[in-house]
């Protein structure tokens, strides 16, 4: 068997309402995830890309949160529409979502604005209010 091209893996983590970090499953994140698997499934990937959910990747704020390996791009408040773009844009055209995908500040660091930080964020973007 080849070795899978891509790993998809997305958060599914259930947390308690009120959570003050809330939860990717409170965000629909287990229908993302079937519609990934369905999605790549459908555009003959199956054997090239593997689709995982996984526990907390310690970005709730951002979910729901996708990674994909091995390039490491990290996206962020993906709803099940957006589904069939990250397959067809990324996963099948190797260009990712610029769009859904996470500043860099974002992602582990606590300086990102959905965590409290001074910086404050887009979705591709980084704006700076100081
Ligand atoms: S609950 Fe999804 S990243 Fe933490």
Known sequence: ???YERHVFVCTNVREA?????CCAAKDSPKVRE?????V??????KRV???QAGCLDQCEHG????????QVWYGFVKPEDVA??????????QPVERLRLADV?????????RGGSVQLGLGSVKKTI
């Open 1 to 3: 068997m080849p070795l």
């Open 18 to 22: 009120g959570h003050p970090r809330g």
């Open 35 to 39: 519609l990934l698997k369905a999605e």
């Open 41 to 46: 499934e459908k555009r003959g990937l199956k």
């Open 50 to 52: 593997r689709v995982n």
């Open 64 to 71: 729901v949160t996708v990674v994909v390996y091995p390039e």
């Open 85 to 94: 773009e990250i397959v067809e844009q990324h996963l099948l055209g190797g």
């Open 106 to 114: 974002c992602v582990n660091t606590d300086r990102c604005a959905h």
